[in-house]
């Protein structure tokens, strides 16, 4: 691995080195490091591009690292990564994409997620954007997540991508049965004319089930952002959202909210803001000594945090 | 020492200072007045929140008239704001470090942060991690912009109404933090305050009305003179405006 590749999976996966526990590094299309465990297996996909994750019942405190790294111009990959993971587990997923294009070819990854999650398991998610290159070629990413949460699952997602794609348009899509429960931190930052599109879709279709879902977004320059949070409440359920967003230079940034109740019980509330920086926060991390534009990091690094 | 020069200041419609001159060499300095008299006015203006449209204003000697906030603060003021803003993501740890100076003394000064935050009542353990958004109450985040503003222990340290949405509990450790950066800076703290307690042990008070500096003198003298004026018996007009006469008595 050469030291663009190695920075890319320090950015995406926070690795410096081989992660302990299971893992797949896929680097410019193929698989190149895997390592599975007694209770984590990964197996290659026989009819497309991907992998299957399988977890075995019962596996608590363990960890998956899936990072995609791609360092080669003109790279385009359509994968399907499948995620079963037994009753009763408790594991933490870490996936995420980098792209390093320093060509004049696009290069794009598309990454299709499925997770099946059995009763009364948890799930943390770890999905990292990110990228770099000088190249006139772009770099592209559409991940699609497909949950499924069975009876008491618990799901927490943190998907961010800060700076460095040009065009993206995610997709979180879950469904819930009795008392599962699902979390979603999403975190964008677009920057020049970069456009990015999320929509994160919740059907609550069990009794207690309840969903949070968070977005925060920051859009400078000329870049656009859209964000479209659906919940559906079909139970006796609760779902919030929360859509924030602040708006510098000529940014754009579009945020639709939608809920939908088919039961009496279901309790939904959603919020949606956005702004720019408000000068009263600058001029306090002035007063303590930093300059408008230090400030202004600070705010925005909070802020997406 | 902090002088001020022929400072005035106005909006569209209305004169907010007018041809102030002042200076400033005692250690703790109270400003009271009226509301609108333009007291949070004055101190913006002293930390260059707002541009004064004459007059220059000096500290020790240099004309800081044309810095920015920031250099201004990098210059040794502190200002800690009436209303504290409050910042999505951010954390109290995120101003414990500012306020102690980002590792310039190593960690002695987010350790001396985190103390002061003790000193009005919020434990630094049980704070650090918090956010400084809408889950912590006025009250709390009114005694941490007051603690942030009074650990940067610079020479000039400017509070606008400190008491504000304090209760009695923690007035006393306001009064105790007041008393520690005065000995602790050697350097001036000038407060906007209606509280008897606070003008009582300032060294000199500035009464300030309607933009202009109506008294100027050693604490007593300026209290003694307000009674007189408010008194309700002779009927003459309530110079203090909202504050309540009894108190400055």
Known sequence: MDAIQKNLLKEVAALDALPVGAYNIRSNGKSTARNTTASIDIVTKEDKNGIDIIIKPGTKNQSVHIPVIISQTGIQELVYNDFFIGEDCDVTIVAGCGISNCGGLDSKHDGVHSFYVKKGSKVKYIERHYGEGTGRGKRLMNPKSVIELEEGAVMELETSQIGGIDDTFRVTEAKLADNASIIIHDKILTEGDQQAKAELAVEMNGDGSTCDLISRGVAKEDSVQEVIIKIDGNAACSGHAECDSIIMDRGVIVATPQLKATNVDASLIHEAAIGKIAGEQLNKLMTMGLSEKEAEEMIIHGFLQ | ??????????????????????????????????????????????????????????????????????????????????????????????????????????????????????????????????????????????????????????????????????????????????????????????????????????????????????????????????????????????LLGDIAWKEVR
């Open chain 2, 1 to 238: 020492m902090l002088k001020l020069e022929n400072i005035s200041f106005a909006t569209d419609d209305k004169e907010i200072l007018r041809d102030i001159n002042l200076t400033i060499d005692d250690r703790f300095v109270a400003i009271t007045g009226p509301n609108g008299s333009g007291k949070s006015t004055l101190l913006k203006v002293i930390m260059g929140l707002v541009q004064p449209i004459s007059g220059r204003i000096y500290l020790d000697g240099e004309d800081i008239t044309d810095l920015s906030i920031s250099e201004r603060a990098n210059r040794g003021i502190s200002f800690a704001f009436q209303q504290p803003v409050r910042f999505k993501g951010l954390k109290v740890r995120d101003l414990l470090e500012l306020a102690g100076g980002r590792g310039k003394n190593g960690n002695e000064g987010f350790v001396h942060a985190c103390k002061v935050l003790g000193e009005v009542g919020l434990c630094a353990k049980d704070y650090i991690d918090r956010e400084l958004d809408d889950t912590l109450s006025g009250g709390e985040m009114k005694r941490i912009e007051i603690a942030m503003a009074a650990a940067r222990g610079t020479k000039l340290t400017l509070f606008d109404e400190p008491e504000a949405g304090i209760d009695l509990w923690s007035f006393q450790s306001l009064i105790h933090v007041f008393e520690r950066l005065y000995q602790k800076t050697s350097g001036t703290i000038i407060i906007i305050s209606h509280q008897e307690r606070i003008l009582n042990i300032a060294d000199k008070i500035i009464y300030l009305k309607d933009g202009m500096i109506s008294e100027y003198a050693e604490g007593k003298k300026v209290l003694d003179q307000l009674a007189l004026d408010i008194n309700p018996v002779a009927g003459t007009d309530n």
